[in-house]
């Protein structure tokens, strides 16, 4: 079955460094873009990243532009999320994504808290 599982969430200081990865399973990876996205309580889910099927081409929410960067390894079905430079107002819930068709696919989440 269609699986994406998040890993690598955690507490990091103000302007410290996390990598976020997704696994995913049951369907071709190669073939979908995929995203990050991320949530607060009491606040809509908000698109973080997006990188095309290939990795050739990424988007960023204004918010992380220069300090976040997506990439993919097709080969290992996988997708990661780099944060520099993080801030308390990053923290959230982050979520994996991928629209198969009209379904769209989240993963259980990890949770990236920012504080001192």
């Known amino acids: 079955q269609v699986q994406l599982v998040e890993s690598g969430g955690g507490l990091v200081q103000p302007g410290g460094s996390l990598r976020l990865s997704c696994v995913a399973s049951g369907f071709t990876f190669s073939n979908y873009a995929m995203k990050w996205y991320r949530q607060t309580p009491g606040k809509e889910r908000e698109l973080v990243a997006r990188i095309s099927s290939t990795g050739a081409s990424t988007n960023y929410a204004d918010s992380v532009k220069g300090r976040f960067t997506i990439s993919r390894d097709n080969a290992k079905n996988t997708v990661y999320l780099q944060m520099n430079s993080l801030k308390p107002e990053d923290t959230a819930q982050y979520y994996c994504?991928?629209?198969?068709?009209?379904?769209?696919?989240w993963g259980q989440g990890t949770q990236v808290t920012v504080s001192s």
């Open positions: 994504n991928v629209l198969l068709f009209i379904t769209n696919v």
